[in-house]
């Protein structure tokens, strides 16, 4: 696997990571509930906006 591959994988991983929840939280997150995360949804979409360019390059370059 490439290295994009990778990369694509652990920012995958960390958005989720972000989403889920934790009892030992200090405060809640944006959603209302105590994740890894307390800016949980903008986490995730900053992790998944570097997948979606990067997916998107890939299959813009294969295409050719």
């Given at each position: ?13 960390l958005g989720i990571w ?31 906006i570097p997948v979606g360019?990067?997916y998107w390059r890939k ?6």
């Open positions: 696997m490439k290295r994009h591959g990778w990369i694509i994988i652990v920012l995958i991983g972000t989403l889920l929840p934790i009892p030992g939280a200090s405060k809640p997150c944006l959603l209302g509930y105590y994740a890894h995360c307390s800016f949980t949804p903008i986490s995730t979409i900053m992790c998944w360019i990067l299959a813009k370059q294969s295409a050719k």
